[in-house]
């Protein structure tokens, strides 16, 4: 049931094959978590009105929000979230190589108030 929200800045070189990252993010949260790789689900918002430090065009940024139900230790939630981060990081090469982006993640546990069904 891993929700992850990748959210970045529309200059973003590699916005068109996003899906491969994603691909990588799920075996990492089916691996470590763990849970079921079918529960996983992902999505992507670019936004093309941001600005960062004093609006150079050459900064971009990735942030990445993994909503997941509670019961996982700190340590646990630790070393996914560095895994997920290195994904995204070699994923995304072109744009770190050729803009200063920057990439971070938080953790979202959902409480008592978070219903779904299949």
Same mark, same amino acid.
């Given at each position: 049931?891993?929700?992850?929200?990748?959210?970045? *800045?529309?200059? +973003?070189?590699?916005?068109? $094959?996003?899906?491969?990252?994603? /691909?990588?993010?799920?075996? #990492? @949260?089916?691996?470590?978590?763990?849970?079921?790789?079918?529960?996983?689900?992902?999505?992507?918002?670019?936004?093309?009105?941001?600005?960062?430090?004093?609006?150079?065009?050459?900064?971009?940024?990735?942030?990445? *929000?993994?909503? +997941?139900?509670?019961?996982? $230790?700190?340590?646990?939630?630790? /070393?996914?979230?560095?895994? #997920? @981060?290195?994904?995204?990081?070699?994923?995304?090469?072109?744009?770190?190589?050729?803009?200063?982006?920057?990439?971070?993640?938080?953790?979202?546990?959902?409480?008592?108030?978070?219903?779904?069904?299949?």
């Amino acid at each position: 049931m891993p929700h992850l929200i990748l959210e970045y *800045s529309s200059n +973003l070189l590699e916005k068109t $094959t996003l899906s491969g990252v994603f /691909k990588k993010c799920h075996v #990492i @949260l089916a691996e470590m978590l763990p849970t079921e790789i079918n529960s996983c689900i992902s999505r992507a918002i670019e936004s093309d009105q941001y600005y960062i430090g004093e609006g150079q065009p050459n900064r971009a940024f990735i942030h990445v *929000s993994l909503r +997941l139900k509670t019961g996982r $230790t700190f340590e646990t939630l630790q /070393k996914t979230s560095e895994n #997920i @981060l290195m994904a995204i990081k070699e994923y995304c090469e072109e744009s770190s190589e050729k803009l200063n982006l920057h990439i971070s993640l938080e953790v979202i546990e959902l409480g008592k108030t978070y219903f779904s069904k299949k």
